[in-house]
């Protein structure tokens, strides 16, 4: 019997009438928890949710009895096995530098959505094992996204594209070439017409660079460019306040207010780890200054960004844009009537707060919002005297700005035409990814000679004549810019795993030259032509080693507004909806669709909404009433004709009539993991309606599908114990101490055992986390992943409760159903100092080392869970069955060789990086010296974009991890159960606007 | 009546009861002994190898130090496996037609390494780290024995916990001069106790520190 998923039978009526009587600050962390449905009850009760630890896999008693008896005769039998030999293979020509048994560190870029953000990717033994951020290069700063940490499986994933193939047999390179080259000698004749490219965003200056000499070469070729989560909208606004194409910049390190409309720019925005920092650092009061910013988000669907807001309206996405413009004419631009009744006086006291902080505000909006909202923004700025401090303007980043809109509708109907002979598609797969009403799968076949670099046998693949296996970026050379212009360089750590080929190579092929170049040499002798350097091989050595040319971003850039242009498109044109509005938004988690087969992505729990291995129609708790809608419900959507079917979720803070759809689910030609897997969106989107549209319908099928949410796993509720402590900056100027007067925690001394038995004279490990800086963006939870070996279990275990993630974001709402507030709260081993896991079991194989760290040795657990049924934390995670991939060959060269991979049996959590901490000592005892204060980052640590996690000595007097743990809104979670914790939490502080805060009591 | 058991039982009584206990402890000093016999810890078996490589006349014969081929010994986890280069360098010159040596120069030859069978090794849940040891005062010979008079490599110690432990409990008995770490002809001194712990001062080993020697964490992770 598979354990179904709460049935969800809850009266929404009764969940508000309870919410309504809650008093005080109450979290709540799903519905069903406020419903205290009897499954919820179940699940908070039980270590593990019923089913998870049940065999329940249809084996017959009689079976069980068989294989009890021969698995009790055969259990001593095991201990008789010898080790298997092993052999040892030293190179034949050792690689210099090269120390067996020591990473190497090599600066790389990796690029998302064009743009590139540096990295440092670690190499054991000549294979590369983890990526973090680069801390030289400003658009990382050190911090990591979800998808650099992935990007890692992405590298091992046995699923790539392993051959060239044309048309669906095996082929070779130098087949490849030589019919390339027939065909590029047929359009020499006619300049190149019908001879088309189709790239993603092109941000690579040597790429850029081959496309100007092949349309130099075939005047008559034409590129399109096209990427389905496209800045088209950001352009064309810019266009429309300035006449042209501009990049804008933030800082928003100096600001005090920020507005942001629709906008995720702590998550999904190319330059996000930068601002997720400046953000962070203009709200941190542990580093004693006393003021935070104030951020106001105006959003359809919860976000990252939403999250993390002081004041958030759920409005959905047009109504965003009607908020913008009643905003606007509060500054005197334009009229319009009729705004909205209910954000008026919240648009008020916004206003008034914007006029107050001018110069140090910022006003942003979203790529999916219309270009009008985008000028309205860059006239605001300039109103508000924010350009030039907080908002500045630069040349575009992007080497060939264009609508990709407008760029790929022109493809479409030149191929429907039959003018199009020959079709190079570089990346993207449009098949999947393009509006649907260009049906890009019917007109791509009338292409005859079309050939397409990807990295699996995708939906593109399948219809193109010939498909290049395209290379990890880890296996090659490249060049991109990263958002604010800096140029940055990719380097391989390993050669092809699958011979496969980057696109300068392809595009070299044009122009027939012997011998054939690689991607190095591409590169390297495009700089070569730029003279950059006086000295050309120190110059490139040094930016190679380095990952990017320093200060190379772009200038600050006058431009003059055109507010005239503005106040004329805002006439023009009236913004309405009508019915259900749809809004589609890229997977906080698989993106659009490029990181479908990636397990790790797949099964992290996504931001807000905790769902896994599955995308879902997200409504409003309030529609869901309106229309009897409960989770898990299989619906029909229909817009314009068009339909696609899947399953309702039920999402906190969604606004009230919108529906939002994450792209890039429903992959039908993807890896085993990717495919088949949630819903295809794009099956709704339109070129006309990229991001959002009217009158969605909605009905329902009367069928469910099982949706896994981790949400109301390891649920630590318990009213009184205050597990999440927050406050407002008020309250903290009032009285520093609020939070640690807020509830009692024993002294140290209240124990019977003599506390000084267990001293820790040497090294006392500790971590902290600010959760006044926790984004909750997942980058922590993947950093372990990779770090520590972590196996991925599949939709089916996650439904159980048996996920194996050491660190976990939950996420706790407090307020309405409507419109709640948000806190993410990273919950890792706690490493008790009194830990009740190590009192119950029964082989020691869980205990203290003379560091402070409670240690698990794999080696010696039975697997009794008597420990993490002990564990009030919920941190701990068995490997109920076989989850470790010990057998696909293509993983193994993944795996950190400094951690064990765990069997069946075993239970594991969280270990503070303990192979960071011996690398670390071992270093520092063969200097004779202590370990300082930087030479130790946890994986959560390195990879968190805020500085969030701190970790640290506690001996050392002056470290930062000693100096947090004395700040005043310091504090253990359970403290009163005496289990003295290492892991501690800062309370988190909102800043919310006086006049707003007071309106809402009142 | 006939009495049931005859006198003759007493003794077979006697002989079941000794018998018992024989066969209990016996059983359990077989399976000790298969536990501890070169069957299963590999202890003093020599392993084939591709090319039969004599420690005994390079180290002992030549005079080559360790460090010549196990090149990362002071500085990594691994002490290093030469690259079929490092034969070649001598062996390009001397002896570079013996038939013995068939399998070097072809590895060199093809670029395809050389196959060596490992002869130390441990489970995969324990992290061992060569540099440390060295670097606070244990020898080579201390683990891998009297290296340079065995022709063909083997095994000298089980390598089982209990033999980490004793010298992780009582480094003392074990630690040597710095000078002498890659002296394979080294022998405690008489007075080995007392000079161990004015080296394990020496070394840093703190009585904090050697408590934590005996940390699962130092070794299991």
């Known amino acids: 019997m598979k354990p179904t998923p709460p049935s969800r039978t809850f009266d929404l009526a009764d969940v508000r009438a309870r919410l309504d009587g809650l008093r005080g600050q109450q979290y709540w962390q799903s519905l069903d928890e406020i419903a205290e449905t009897p499954e919820f009850k179940e699940m908070l009760h039980r270590e593990f949710p019923n089913g998870a630890s049940e065999w ?170 096209f990427d389905s989560i496209s800045r088209d909208h950001v352009r064309e606004g810019a266009r429309l306040a300035f006449g042209q194409f501009v990049e804008t910049q933030h800082r928003f390190e100096k600001t005090s207010v920020i507005l942001s409309l629709d906008s995720d720019f702590l998550y999904t925005h190319p330059l996000a780890l930068r601002y997720a920092r400046e953000f962070a650092n203009a709200r941190r009061v542990s580093s004693g200054k006393g003021e935070m910013n104030r951020l106001y988000v105006a959003e359809s669907t919860p976000t990252i960004t939403g999250t993390m807001a002081d004041h958030r309206l759920a409005l959905g996405s047009a109504e965003v844009e009607m908020l913008s413009r009643s905003l606007a004419q509060r500054f005197g631009l334009g009229t319009m009537d009729g705004t909205s009744t209910k954000s008026e006086s919240w648009l008020n006291a916004l206003a008034r707060d914007l006029e107050k902080n001018r110069g140090k505000s910022i006003v942003i909006a979203g790529e999916w919002q219309p270009p009008i909202v985008h000028a309205l923004c860059h006239w605001l700025n300039d109103k508000l005297g924010n350009v030039g401090n907080t908002v500045f303007y630069t040349e575009p980043v992007e080497l060939r700005p264009t609508n990709q809109l407008a760029s790929l509708r022109e493809l479409v109907s030149d191929m429907q035409a039959d003018a199009v002979k020959t079709l190079l598609i570089l990346g993207g797969n449009p098949v999947y990814a393009a509006p649907a009403d260009f049906d890009f799968a019917t007109v791509l076949p009338k292409v005859k000679q079309s050939i397409y670099l990807g990295t699996e046998l995708d939906e593109t693949a399948a219809l193109c004549a010939w498909h290049v296996p395209q290379a990890h970026y880890l296996e090659s050379w490249g060049d991109a810019k990263s958002f604010d212009g800096t140029i940055s360089f990719q380097q391989p750590l390993i050669e092809p795993l699958y011979g496969g080929k980057t696109p300068p190579e392809i595009l070299d092929l044009i122009f027939p030259q012997q011998p054939v170049r690689d991607d190095y040499e591409i590169v390297r002798s495009y700089w070569e032509t730029q003279k950059r350097w006086p000295d050309f091989e120190k110059g490139w050595r040094r930016s190679v080693h380095d990952g990017l040319i320093a200060d190379s971003a772009l200038a600050e850039k006058k431009m003059e507004l055109k507010s005239d242009a503005i106040g004329e498109a805002l006439r023009s044109h009236q913004v309405s909806v009508t019915g259900i509005e749809v809004t589609f938004r890229p997977d906080p988690s698989i993106w659009d669709g490029r990181f479908a087969n990636n397990g790790w992505l797949q099964e992290c729990a996504k931001p807000v909404s905790k769902l896994t291995w599955d995308n879902a129609v997200i409504i409003s708790p309030a529609l869901a009433q309106q229309q009897n809608l409960a989770a898990g419900d299989i619906v029909e959507l229909e817009l314009n004709g068009r339909k696609v079917r899947g399953p309702i979720w039920l999402q906190p803070g969604q606004a009230e009539k919108t529906v939002t759809l994450h792209l890039g689910y429903g992959r039908e030609r993807a890896g085993r993991v990717g495919r088949g897997v949630g819903f295809n969106a794009n099956q709704l989107r339109t070129s006309d309606a990229l991001w959002s549209a009217s009158d969605l319908k909605i009905s329902k099928l009367g069928e469910k599908h099982p949706l896994v949410a981790t949400q109301t796993h390891h649920n630590l509720q318990s009213p009184e114990r205050q597990i999440y402590r927050e406050g407002t900056l008020n309250d903290f100027k009032a009285n520093p101490q609020f939070v640690k007067q807020s509830i009692e925690s024993p002294k140290n001394a209240e124990t019977l055992y003599d506390t000084n038995e267990y001293r820790y004279d040497g090294y006392k490990w500790a971590m902290s986390i600010d959760l006044n800086t926790c984004l909750g963006c997942n980058a922590c939870l993947l950093a372990c992943n990779a770090e520590n070996n972590i196996p991925v279990v599949g939709k089916d275990q996650v439904a159980r409760g048996r996920e194996m993630y050491w660190i976990r974001i939950d996420t706790y709402y407090k307020g309405s159903l409507d419109n709640p507030e948000f806190s993410h709260m990273p919950v890792p081993c706690m490493h008790c100092e009194h830990a009740p896991c190590e009192l119950v079991c029964p082989v020691e194989a869980t205990m203290h080392d003379h560091e402070g760290l409670n240690l698990q040795v794999y080696n010696r657990c039975v697997g009794t869970r008597f420990c993490s049924n002990n564990c009030p934390y919920k941190v701990r995670r068995f490997n109920f069955l076989w989850y470790a991939d010990y057998k696909t060959p293509s993983f193994k060269p993944m795996y950190n060789p400094d951690v064990t991979v765990r069997w069946r049996g075993v239970m594991e959590k969280c270990t503070y990086c303990i192979q960071r901490i011996s690398r670390a000592r071992i270093t520092a005892e063969k200097e004779n010296r202590r370990i300082s204060e930087h030479e130790i980052q946890t994986a959560c640590q390195q990879a968190c974009p805020t500085n969030a996690i701190v970790f640290g000595d506690l001996n050392t007097p002056n470290s930062t991890v000693a100096k947090l743990k004395t700040h005043p809104l310091d504090y253990s979670m359970l403290g009163e159960l005496n289990t003295r914790p290492r892991t501690t939490y800062l309370a988190k502080l909102r800043n919310p606007n006086p006049e707003i805060q007071s309106e809402a009591k009142g | 009546m006939a009495q049931i058991f005859r006198r003759s039982s007493n003794s077979i009584a006697r002989a079941t009861l000794v018998g018992t206990f024989v066969a209990f402890f016996g059983f359990w000093g077989v399976v000790y002994a298969v536990y501890r016999s070169p069957y299963t810890t590999d202890v003093n078996v020599p392993l084939a190898q591709p090319a039969p490589f004599s420690h005994k006349h390079h180290v002992a014969g030549l005079g080559l130090d360790c460090r010549y081929c196990h090149t990362t010994v002071e500085k990594s986890s691994f002490a290093g496996m030469p690259p079929t280069e490092t034969c070649m360098t001598c062996h390009s010159q001397v002896w570079k037609d013996a038939p013995v040596l068939a399998p070097v120069r072809e590895s060199m030859a093809t670029a395809q390494p050389i196959r060596w069978q490992r002869v130390n090794q441990l489970p995969d849940f324990v992290f061992f780290n060569h540099s440390i040891h060295v670097q606070k005062g244990v020898g080579c010979s201390t683990c891998h024995g009297a290296v340079d008079q065995m022709p063909i490599t083997r095994k000298v110690h089980s390598l089982y916990m209990r033999w980490c432990l004793d010298c992780h409990e009582a480094p003392q008995k074990f630690l040597r001069p710095r000078d002498q770490i890659f002296n394979t002809e080294w022998q405690a001194p008489e007075d080995q106790l007392a000079r161990g712990q004015a080296l394990m001062v020496e070394y840093h080993i703190s009585t904090n520190r050697l408590q934590q020697l005996r940390d699962c964490s130092m070794c299991h992770r």
């Open chain 1, 56 to 225: 329940d896999d249809g084996v017959s008693r009689r079976s069980f009895l068989k294989m009890a008896a021969a698995s009790l005769a055969l259990a001593g039998l095991t201990a008789c096995t010898k080790q298997p030999v092993q052999h040892i293979l030293p190179y034949v020509k050792e690689p210099e530098e090269l120390v067996l048994g020591e990473p190497q560190l090599f600066a790389t870029a990796m690029c998302r959505g064009g743009y590139a953000t540096g990295v440092l990717a670690k190499s054991r033994e000549g294979h590369p094992i983890k990526v973090d951020g680069n801390p030289e290069h400003p658009a990382s700063l050190g911090g990591s996204s979800v998808w650099m940490q992935a990007s890692i499986l992405d590298l091992y994933d046995p699923d790539r594209a392993k051959t060239l193939l044309r048309d669906g047999e095996i082929s070779t390179w130098a087949d490849f070439a030589s019919d390339f080259n027939r065909i590029l000698r047929e359009h020499e004749a006619n300049q190149g017409a019908g001879l088309h490219f189709l790239t993603e965003t092109i941000i690579s200056p040597t790429l850029a660079a081959q496309l100007d000499a092949i349309l130099k070469k075939f005047p008559q070729a034409k590129l399109h460019s």
